[in-house]
């Protein structure tokens, strides 16, 4: 298999998440409209590095597709738990987080 064959794929996957994001967008920008205010979103990161930078990436993602970040987990329309998976401690605080949602 060349390089380029190797490189189809994960280009076709992109092509693709490109797509979703898209179509996700062009739904969002309706709402928005129907509301007549843009859509909020709020990231809550738990874990490492990794999950910061992954955080980061949702950030743009969410822009993208646009969402308004917000700073404040209220009056949000949207909201994500980036957790590690391998500490435990994270998670445990993901699911304290929801029961805190849940009462709200």
Known sequence: M???????????????????????????????????????????TYGCQMNEHDSEKLHAMLKNMGYEISPFKENVDLIIFNT?????????????????LKKS
């Not at 996957?13 to 996700?24: D, S």
């Not at 994270?90 to 805190?100: D, F, H, I």
Request: with cysteine.
């Open 2 to 44: 060349s390089k380029v064959d190797r490189k189809e794929p994960a280009t076709e996957l992109i092509l693709k998440n490109q797509a979703v994001m898209n179509q996700i967008r062009s739904h969002n920008d309706e709402v928005v409209e129907s509301l007549g205010r843009s859509l909020k979103a709020h990231i809550i």
């Open 84 to 100: 590690c998976c391998v500490r435990e401690n994270a998670e445990l605080r993901v699911y304290g987080n929801l029961g805190q």
